[in-house]
């Protein structure tokens, strides 16, 4: 069982749902303005009757000294307890940022690729694109013959200023996948986007789009895996309204990333936190076992047609 003591994080079904794969149950406790005699005695009469695997601090507030010893006494009983920044990233495999936009400790925690990270990176980078442009050339073909038939009216690729690392900016290279002559105009994609023609809809859905972009990995303006690469005028919209946002720029983006394989495709700016919370995890952990989830995750995604 876990005990969430507090509300500092608001759970969303989807996190208690993972979370559900680690503890049979969850409980809350109220820990806000509540005495700590409280807090104690809530804990005790769950314990009689149930097995605590862990306790969670899911608060702002100071904890007293009282339930410190409380909680020391249950971790030698076999009763863990931790902070909500552990406890997200071994658990929910995200990096938690507060609310409070107080904390800063973490800042000096993401920082760029080691140069070994960055040459292991690189080999992936190269081997995979290469190999995916030779298997997937007949696609892109057919792909180029159904653009033409389909929406005469545009070109074959669709070219878009993205930020890149250092918030850089180059030039991302994508099939298109929408018509040209339609008068509707929307920033973000939406469902049944009527500029999207039927084969630009079967490439979105299984990112056959997206393959040009093996040409900025193989140029160096991407990697393979990284946090996605967004358009230049949706950063500055976001960097006004995510803190932390220009964190995901010390390294270069990806085609597909951690936030991209764990989080539902969004259009929020509470959806682009979730999604910045995901993609510094991955900056902060990686290693080539991370890297190579996250490629065997997108293909699961694919094959399981789950794109936008």
Not at 239 to 258: D, F, M, S
Request: glycine share 4%; aromatic share 14%.
């Amino acid at each position: 069982m876990l005990i969430i003591l507090g509300e500092l994080h608001k759970f969303k079904d989807f996190e208690l749902k993972e979370l559900k794969t680690y503890f049979n149950e969850i409980k809350f406790i109220k820990y806000d303005n509540i005495e700590p005699a409280e807090v104690i005695d809530s804990i005790d009469k769950i314990k009689k009757n149930n097995k605590i695997d862990m306790i969670l601090l899911n608060t702002k507030a100071k904890v007293p000294d009282e339930i410190i010893n409380y909680l020391t006494n249950l971790n030698i009983e076999g009763i863990a307890y931790s902070s909500l920044t552990i406890f997200m990233q071994q658990y929910l495999n995200k990096f938690y940022i507060s609310p409070t936009n107080r904390d800063i400790d973490f800042l000096c925690q993401i920082r760029p690729y080691s140069k070994i990270q960055y040459i292991q990176k690189r080999v992936i980078d190269y081997t995979l694109s290469i190999t995916l442009l030779i298997i997937t050339f007949p696609i892109m073909l057919y792909s180029i013959y159904r653009i033409k038939k389909e929406s005469p009216d545009g070109g074959i690729f669709y070219r878009q200023t993205r930020v890149g690392i250092n918030n850089s900016e180059f030039e991302c290279i994508k099939f298109r996948s929408m018509k040209t002559n339609v008068k509707y105009f929307n920033k973000y994609t939406q469902q049944n986007d009527p500029r999207i023609f039927p084969w630009g809809k079967v490439m979105r859905k299984t990112r056959i789009d997206e393959l040009p972009q093996l040409f900025n990995v193989l140029k160096g303006d991407m990697h393979l895996v990284g946090p996605r690469a967004e358009w230049n005028i949706l950063v500055k919209e976001y960097e006004k309204e995510v803190p932390y946002y220009n964190l995901r720029h010390v390294v270069k983006p990806g085609i597909t990333g951690w936030a991209q394989v764990k989080y539902h495709y969004g259009l929020s700016i509470e959806d682009t936190k979730e999604k910045l919370m995901y993609d510094l995890y991955y900056i902060k952990n990686w290693s080539i076992w991370l890297e190579l989830k996250t490629i065997l995750k997108t293909i699961s995604t694919v094959v399981l047609n789950k794109g936008q």
